[in-house]
Nanobody, 114 residues
Framework: QARLAESGGGLVQPGGSLRLSCAAS????????MAWNRQTPGKEREFVAS????????NYSDSVKGRFTISRDNRKNAIYLQMNSLDPEDTAVYYC???????WGQGTQVTVSS
């Protein structure tokens, strides 16, 4: 059964860092563009970052550009999101997924607060 499982979320102080991981099982993600989205209560889910199958092309929302880095390791069937200089505005549930298939994991909570 195909599954995406996010991990690495938690509570961090403003200015801190977190690294999110997304592990795929039941399918090989190396053929897909992958992405991270996020959602806060009462708001629509928003795009954060995406990466092509080779890992050479990435795209970021303006709100995270220069602070977040998306990467992938196709040998481990996983993608990652390195988040630096975190701000309370980054507080959200973060989802990894395959945009073309509109297939997403269950999400991991990131809370930025002092």
């Amino acid at each position: 059964q195909a599954r995406l499982a996010e991990s690495g979320g938690g509570l961090v102080q403003p200015g801190g860092s977190l690294r999110l991981s997304c592990a795929a099982s039941g399918f090989i993600l190396s053929s897909y563009n992958m992405a991270w989205n996020r959602q806060t209560p009462g708001k629509e889910r928003e795009f954060v970052a995406s990466i092509d199958p080779t890992g050479r092309r990435t795209n970021y929302s303006d709100s995270v550009k220069g602070r977040f880095t998306i990467s992938r390791d196709n040998r481990k069937n996983a993608i990652y999101l390195q988040m630096n200089s975190l701000d309370p505005e980054d507080t959200a549930v973060y989802y990894c997924g395959i945009p073309r298939r509109d297939y997403w994991g269950q999400g991991t909570q990131v809370t930025v607060s002092s």
